[in-house]
């Protein structure tokens, strides 16, 4: 069988049953037990599939981001091993897990399409809700490899199981960028006055993973991802305008997840199914993944970050919290780590823990985002007040991670107090940056450390995006192919030979040094 993967027969066939029945347990079903679907099990489905990508997962964190966007932005200790900046299989694995999920949201669309118009009708909010989410991991899809098969992706039971007829064509990423920016204000327009019946709102209620039907929080995951994507095209010229626009039009609406009881999560609710973190700690304790990176720990340490203790804990041998320097040979960092001087990420809070939600949208990274606006506009006033919000939800939602802690261990024993918050903010003094650039590498930073190892993805478009915070890297002199990070990833090797014609069209962009089209500085 041809692996043309984001078109393939199999992943058509597995999927095109549901993943629950009448209650939100249930939602957990696996997909190919059920051979009959209808819209509502179709959308649970469709949720479900990707799942490993949100929620902490051996899979992601292990096979993927690993040896990338972890690494690549130092959201832990970058150990200078051979080829460490070169993505390998991991680019397969990623593709291979987006176009199994966008295959299922074209069933979701082939079945809807299938009603008679009023049942359509009746059921427009899942389409409405399926599209949000699929442009959420559309646009992270984009910010690692630029075009991509989109338009045309995922529709090989259309046709008949052609696959000449379902090779899909490359997509312009400006485009489909835009594309998602207009149908996402179309969508929270809507939402405003949608109405669900009695029998629609139980179902989406029951299959409805993320919000539990909440509509409220479908319009903040909504806007909030607009503004996310559209604070990132802020600095494409073509689209600043417009990016400036409609942030002031979202802020004036005020719906969108500014505080932490809004934030928009993919939640682990029970042991007893396959959504869960449970693999997570292997992800994260085995090859070292969870050693603690030197410029966060030398801030953390020199600022009395109340999050420190939290996110990490000291090497077993050291006195003091220490972060691998990626400046240092492989050997020598060898040598400390199994000296077990270098700090780890937190066991009770982070690995072990099996509760770890699968952020989609949290408040403190909003409000970095408003910060950002406003600061760009020349309001440093009002940047300062979400700065400053921003840093005591960061630290409120690391704490709050450990509420739920399955081993006790290493967890702190007290939380921060006011008092200490209060000194960590007044120390970063945003109110002492007298330009906006200076003000950017604040926010910058309190990115890379709010989004850390947690939102990976994030982390490695914004620090693309705005060359901020400025970390070192050791170049990989014994590589001729890359010696620094990429500025993407390329395309798996079955793009090559199994979408030769499509592939084609977009091979002069496929290596590690193009730019996605937001990267601009």
Request: net charge neutral; charged share 25%.
């Amino acid at each position: 069988m041809r692996k043309l993967l984001y078109i393939s027969l199999a992943t058509a066939a597995i999927f095109l049953g549901s993943c629950s029945e009448s209650d939100f347990a249930d939602a957990y079903r696996d997909p190919s037990t059920v051979t009959t679907t209808n819209v509502p099990k179709q959308f649970a489905g469709f949720m479900k599939i990707n799942f490993e990508d949100v929620i902490p997962s051996y899979w992601n964190y292990f096979t993927v981001i690993r040896t990338t966007s972890l690494s690549y932005t130092q959201a832990h200790g970058i150990i200078n091993g051979t080829g460490r900046y070169i993505p390998g299989a991991a680019v397969e694995d990623r593709w291979k897990r987006y176009y199994k999920f966008i295959t299922q949201y074209r069933e979701l669309e082939k079945i809807m399409a299938s009603l008679p118009a009023a049942e359509q009708a009746a059921n427009r909010i899942y389409t409405i809700t399926s599209t949000i989410y699929l442009y959420d991991h559309t646009s992270k899809m984009i910010d690692n490899f630029g075009d991509i098969p989109f338009s045309e992706a995922g529709k090989i039971s259309m046709t008949g199981g052609d696959y000449n007829k379902a090779s899909a064509k490359y997509d312009n990423q400006t485009e489909l960028y835009v594309k998602v920016l207009d149908d996402l204000k179309a969508f929270s327009t809507e939402l405003n006055t949608i109405a669900l019946s009695a029998k629609v709102e139980v179902e989406f209620k029951n299959q409805d993973l993320i919000n539990k039907g909440n509509l409220v929080s479908w319009k903040n995951y909504c806007n909030s991802l607009r503004l996310k994507l559209l604070n990132r095209v802020s600095a494409v010229p073509a689209l600043s305008a417009r990016a400036n626009t409609e942030i002031a039009e979202i802020i004036a609406e005020a719906k969108i997840v500014d505080e932490s009881s809004e934030n928009i999560a993919f939640k682990v609710y029970t042991q007893d199914t396959d959504l869960d973190t449970s693999g997570f700690f292997d992800a994260l304790e085995s090859g070292n993944n969870n050693i603690a990176p030197k410029p966060m720990i030398d801030h953390m340490n020199a600022n009395n970050d109340p999050r420190k203790a939290w996110l990490f804990e000291k090497g077993a041998s050291a006195t003091d919290y220490v972060g691998l320097d990626p400046m240092l040979a492989s050997g020598a960092q060898d040598q400390l780590i199994s000296n077990t001087q270098i700090a780890i990420y937190n066991r009770s809070v982070i690995s072990k823990n099996k509760w770890l939600p699968g952020t989609l949208i949290n408040a403190a990274e909003v409000n970095l985002i408003l910060a950002e606006y406003y600061s760009r506009n020349g309001n440093a006033g009002t940047a300062k007040i979400y700065f400053e919000k921003a840093i005591r939800q960061s630290i409120e939602y690391y704490v709050r991670l450990g509420d739920k802690a399955d081993v006790l261990t290493w967890k702190p024993t007290t939380e921060p107090t006011v008092a200490e918050v209060d000194a960590y903010i007044a120390k970063i003094n945003f109110a002492g940056a007298a330009t906006a650039a200076d003000q950017l590498q604040l926010i910058a930073f309190q990115k890379y450390i709010h989004y850390n190892i947690m939102q990976a993805d994030e982390s490695w478009a914004e620090q693309r995006r705005l060359k901020l915070p400025v970390l070192n890297f050791m170049e990989d002199e014994t590589s001729s192919i890359r010696k620094t990070p990429p500025t993407r990833w390329t395309y798996p090797n079955s793009e090559r030979v199994y979408n030769t014609n499509n592939y084609n069209t977009v091979k002069d962009k496929d290596n590690l040094s193009a730019k996605i089209f937001w990267d601009v500085k």
